[in-house]
């Protein structure tokens, strides 16, 4: 008899230190998925899981992540189940933190080994991040199949240690292989990364450039530094707009800043460009619907981490991605070169770049026909809007 699952996902204090009992009523096929601390982590693992259901509709989805994380707040508004473990990120150099984060790191694990006991599941997901470590693990002690999926170009230290254990690999970058991390699995597929659907199916539309006060004339540079917006893209793109307007009957500006900063650069704006509103711009923390943007941009300027590849290569989008440079594994320089190579982006690293350059860079990827075209080909060459879909038709046939 299929058996169902219902699941207490009070995420109260005292469920962050005790596994949540579950309670056993009719279920289908049993997935837990894991992963999280950062939305690279998290929303590649939603998109799964929304494929999955989309595949499946009977397939019973359940998270296990950080308590008190990003994870804990995104996972139950997209309408999933949420069970808490207590997990902390190892010290990059050996110091006193190691003690508590060891205690935290031992509590999840026995928390991840009450849940694969009580669940049962049928295969277990991870997405990597530290959060991912202890759920696997418990998953590969109960001798439950675990796949796993990587966002960058290199592969991160959860994924790397665990791979050698997995049933299958998604890839989003092929250039991962490169690292020697998955020589022991046995199934690697270049995936892409999973996004949601909608990113590269919104269709380009005049009534978007109205609904923003843009030109469909214009060619649209869209300026994004992640949903909490990157310092340096803002402070480079308001350093070059002295510069950028003196081409107001070409092109145009979306530029999301991030809420941290909207105030100052929507200021820097109407100080450079006045508020006559001849250089058509756009300037907003965030966009809810960012499908709508990408579907109406010709050029991105923005980092390069995981997700932002994968959406921008779905759309056929060329790139100038800053990198975030220092960042843990250096994925974001590693996804951006990975990129360029292909001839699709080209990389301006932080700091190393003036403003005459970032300028020079955008005028003749966005004005010169032939360089437009050729990288627009290549973006979309490297785009792989059905990524989620793909992963989640593999993950079944593992079941």
């Known amino acids: 008899m299929v058996t169902s699952k219902h699941y207490d996902t009070n995420t109260s204090e005292t469920s962050r230190h005790d596994p949540v009992p579950l309670q056993h009523v009719e279920t289908s096929k049993s997935i837990v998925i894991a992963g999280g601390g950062t939305g690279g982590h998290i929303y590649p693992a939603i998109g799964i899981a929304q494929a999955l259901q989309r595949l499946d509709p009977t397939v019973d989805i359940v998270f ?5 994380k990003l994870e804990a707040t995104l996972v139950p508004k ?23 984060v060891i205690w935290k790191a031992f509590r999840g694990l026995t928390q991840s ?9 049928d295969i277990v997901i991870g997405t990597g991040g530290y959060v991912s470590g202890p759920v696997l693990l418990a998953a590969l002690l109960g001798r439950t199949p675990i796949v796993i999926q990587e966002q960058n170009a290199s592969v991160g230290l959860t994924n790397r240690v665990l791979a050698r254990w997995a049933q299958a690999v998604y890839l989003a970058m092929a250039s991962a292989c490169e690292h020697g991390a998955f020589r022991h699995t046995k199934h690697i597929q270049v995936t892409g990364n999973p996004i949601r659907p909608a990113i590269a199916e919104f269709s380009r539309s005049n009534e978007t450039y109205k609904k923003f006060g843009l030109s469909p004339v214009l060619k649209t540079v869209f300026v994004m530094g992640g949903s909490q917006g990157a310092r340096a893209i803002n402070e480079a793109v308001v350093a070059a707009l002295p510069h950028l307007i003196k081409f107001a009957g070409q092109i145009q500006i979306v530029h999301q800043t991030g809420a941290a900063e909207a105030a100052t650069v929507q200021t820097d704006y109407e100080k450079y460009i006045g508020l006559d509103n001849k250089f058509l711009h756009c300037v907003r923390p965030f966009f809810d619907t960012v499908e709508e943007i990408y579907s109406i941009a010709d050029v991105m ?7 932002t590849v994968a959406e921008v290569t779905a759309c056929g989008i060329p790139a100038i991605f800053i990198p975030l440079p220092a960042q843990t594994g250096n994925d974001q320089v590693l996804n951006a070169h990975s990129v360029a190579k292909e001839g699709a982006a080209v990389v301006l690293e932080q700091g190393e770049f003036t403003v005459e350059m970032l300028v020079e ?4 990827t966005l004005l010169d026909t032939n360089t437009h075209e050729r990288m627009v080909s290549a973006s979309r060459a490297l785009g792989k809007p059905h990524a989620s879909d793909d992963i989640a038709k593999s993950i079944l046939s593992h079941v």
């Open 301 to 307: 300027i923005c980092r390069a981490g995981g997700m």
């Open 113 to 121: 080994l009450q849940y694969m006991t009580q669940l049962k599941p």
């Open 361 to 364: 860079t955008l005028t003749n």
């Open 78 to 100: 997209h309408g999933f189940h949420f069970l808490p473990i207590s997990v902390a990120g190892f010290p990059r150099r050996i110091t006193l933190e190691w003690f508590p």
């Open 64 to 68: 296990v992540g950080g308590a008190g």
